[in-house]
């Protein structure tokens, strides 16, 4: 392992409620958007159906609060991200600008999207959620910590109990969830090995 590796031991910022149950990949980002073909600039489009009328009116969603602006965690409710598997609902909110998600609930192949994007899908009980929901409705400046070592969410003059799923924490923690990163940190190691392989030809890898 290599400095150039990436950890992620926690998470800062201001929050962003989005509320509701079961809130899907498809409203996370529409279908439409799939076809693109890089995930660049895919950030605005992110809740693009219920953001907007088909007249691209705005309609009442905290996303197009200016006071939730800048937020970097998003707190959901149950069974977040639920649907099709598509990589580019996590891709939208990254871009968005979303660094960690709190919820009830996340659906696992969604949480695992996140993953691979450095983005901790953190749980805590309904309970929890909804009085964080509450607080960054009214508080929406106010920092929010997300300790995924600990597995602890801070805000105000409160710390609650959280759950990291535990590969996730591992992976987050000690820097292997991006896996693109962990090749190129030990692109000496990775290329010896190639050369070892009898069905490599040699030179196979080129420069990277």
Known sequence: ??????????????????????????????A???KVVTFDGLG???????????DDEPKDHPFNEDRFRDASILVVNANFGCGSSREHA???LKRWGIDAIVGESFAEIF??????????????????????QEFVDENPDAEIDVDVDDETVSYGDR???ATVDDAQRRALVEGVWDTTALMKSNAEAVAETAASLPYIEAGAGGDA
């Open 44 to 54: 605005q489009f992110v809740f693009q159906d219920v953001r907007f009328t088909d």
């Open 111 to 132: 949480a695992g999207n996140c993953l691979a994007l450095g983005v901790p899908t953190v749980t805590a009980d309904q309970a929890e959620i909804e009085a964080l």
């Open 159 to 161: 710390e609650i109990d």
């Open 90 to 92: 996590p891709q939208a």
């Open 32 to 34: 439409r958007f799939l």
């Open 1 to 30: 392992m290599t400095e150039d590796v990436e950890t992620v031991e926690r998470v800062t910022g201001t929050g962003v409620p989005v509320r509701g149950n079961d809130i899907d990949t498809d409203q996370i980002i529409p």
